[in-house]
């Protein structure tokens, strides 16, 4: 399988491990110790497309004579973004929870992997379709095509071997349906966490559901992932729990079209704009009514809309024995890779699987953490797996790795936080940090040059300070203004300049009419 050049090079690299290895920089000995790989990535939303772009990227010395392939079950890239062709027909589940009136509720310069901005003339809080084509762009851009095999679904995934030596063997369908078998060294999983709804189970509503059959009347409780349009809902009473992001879209959408709709939250600081009517959390249904945690019910409703949240689940790896599905437990059984369906666990760095069934760097994830923009997110996890993949002596044994996961498990504690509860998500604003660390980390082993830059460009940081955005574009719009401020904005530099002119221009305005609103959060 070796070609000549790589034998020359293992030899090169033999001979200068035997010689003065403490004389050359430890990236050099990185760069030279090419070993034939096969990898492979499934998924290919905005965190597949990152690690595919960097795993590629990687020096042609480190990765000489890799197999990397990406499968993707759909028809093109962009994962969520991408609509469904179909219309929905619950239960069966939708390819994506994507709406026709999604737009982006984080401003796009924040939402890029670093490099390579939208395209000039994006609004700052765009239509899905704008998304979706940057994911076009940017697998075209950096030619990444050729290494993915649409319509291809991974069905299995299990490991034949110890825990130091070893291969994956998966099972994948492809677009006629037939079963392949291959061989794999690496697995990076990229198949995103908003696709196994999370529907809580309220006492009483089958009742509810079955006297509104007997009563000829249509009732329906539905997750989130099928709601599509709100026209659908005309002059309906609706029930929208959850203050998410989808939850909070459905209720302000629906507001416009519905007879009437509540908007049920556990916290009163965050619900949706428009006509609605806030409620707490619901206690249960009686058989004609939503009654909720203050004892107020809501009658006459005739739609449950469940915006709440997604179960973290890896359906080829459980299906191949790898991932133990058990909800609720808050500690691992035997180091198997466990999900509480909030936690996968134990990961290092929430990226690579610490179970102690193959070597450190065997299975990676890439976009599991949560309250960040993903994609700047996903490129600092990819270049972390992608050099980790290339050279496991990288990582500290796994004994160590888990007694580091272990103690900010702790800090997390001591913190106020339950690690099993809150799962990937990046709390108290740790997202650049945890970036940062990343990229330092490999910088501190030799992996990367040094260059005294940060992996977070200063303005990225700087954004997530800004408070009047939202607002502020929403009165640009209002104003027809939207020309005018995307201007001449095309690189990074001059959408971190719009960003800041834009917070300090409604700020202004704001102060000078006395408005206050409540701390404008970003909701992922
Ligand atoms: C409604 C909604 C709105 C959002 N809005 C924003 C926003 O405004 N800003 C923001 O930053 N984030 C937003 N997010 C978060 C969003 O999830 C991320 O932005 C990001 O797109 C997730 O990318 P991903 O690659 O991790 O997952 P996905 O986009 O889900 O991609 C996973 C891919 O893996 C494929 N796949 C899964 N299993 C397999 C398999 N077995 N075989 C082959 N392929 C497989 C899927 O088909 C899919 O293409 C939103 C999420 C939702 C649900």
């Known amino acids: 399988m070796f070609d000549l050049r790589q034998l020359v090079l293992s030899f090169i690299s033999y001979v200068l491990l035997q010689h003065e290895e403490g004389n050359y920089p430890q990236a050099v000995f990185q760069h030279i110790t090419p070993v034939n790989k096969s990898v492979a990535i499934v998924g290919a939303g905005s965190a597949g497309l990152a690690a595919l772009k960097n795993l590629v990227g990687l020096p042609d010395e480190l990765r000489n004579g890799w197999e990397i392939v990406l499968y993707e079950q ?147 409780i539905l997750h989130s992932i099928f ?21 909070r879209d459905a209720a302000s959408q629906l507001a416009l079209h519905a007879r009437k709709v509540y908007h049920s939250v556990r916290s009163l600081s965050d619900p949706a704009s428009g006509p609605v009517e806030i409620k707490p959390e619901i206690s249960h249904f009686t058989s004609d009514g939503v009654v909720f945690t203050d004892g107020s019910t809501a009658l006459d409703v005739d739609y449950v809309i469940l915006g709440t949240g997604y179960e973290l689940r890896v359906p080829f790896l459980e299906r191949g024995g790898e991932v133990l599905v058990t909800p609720k437990s808050s500690e691992p059984v035997d180091y198997a890779l466990t999900t509480n369906l909030r936690y996968l666990f134990p990961l290092h760095q929430h990226i690579f699987s610490l179970s102690n069934s193959y070597p450190t760097n065997a299975l990676a994830f890439i976009g599991l953490p949560i309250l960040v923009a993903n994609c700047p997110s996903d490129a600092a996890q990819s270049i972390y797996a992608a050099h980790i993949i290339a050279n496991g002596s990288l990582l500290d044994s796994r004994e160590e790795l888990l007694q580091e996961l272990e103690a900010s498990e702790d800090n997390l504690r001591s913190r106020g936080y339950d690690p099993y509860y809150i799962g990937h998500r990046m709390v108290d604003g740790s997202t650049f940090d945890y970036q940062d660390g990343l990229i330092d980390y490999l910088k501190a082993r030799g992996a990367l040059p040094d260059d005294g830059t940060s992996f977070v460009e200063g303005w990225r940081r700087e954004a997530g300070r800004y408070q009047y955005l939202k607002r502020g574009w929403k009165r640009v719009e209002e104003l027809g203004q939207q020309r005018e401020w995307l201007r001449g904005v095309e690189t990074e530099a001059e959408w971190a300049d719009m960003m800041t002119r834009l917070d300090r221009w409604q700020g202004g305005w704001e102060m000078q009419h006395g408005l206050v609103f409540p701390e404008e959060r970003i909701i992922f």
């Open 74 to 220: 759909r028809r093109d890239v962009g994962g969520i973004w991408l609509p469904d062709p179909q219309p929905v027909h619950p239960p069966d589940l939708p390819e994506t929870p994507l709406y026709p009136l999604l737009h982006t509720n984080t401003p796009v310069p924040t939402m890029t992997y670093p490099g390579f901005p939208f395209s000039p003339g994006t609004p700052l809080y765009p239509s899905h379709e704008y998304v979706e084509q940057y994911h076009q762009d940017y697998a075209s851009h950096f030619n990444l095509m050729p290494y993915i095999m649409l319509n291809h679904t991974v069905l299995s995934s299990s490991w034949i071997g110890t825990p130091d030596k070893g291969r994956w063997e998966v099972t994948v369908q492809d677009h006629n349906g037939r079963e392949i078998h291959k061989s794999f060294d690496h697995v990076v999983v990229a198949n995103g966490h908003n696709h196994e709804p999370h529907i809580p189970i309220y006492a009483g509503q089958e009742d509810w559901l079955r006297s509104g059959i007997e009563g000829g009347r249509t009732r329906e």
């Open 227 to 247: 709601y599509r349009k709100p026209e659908r809902y005309a002059n309906q009473t609706v029930v929208v729990v959850g203050s998410g992001a989808s939850g």
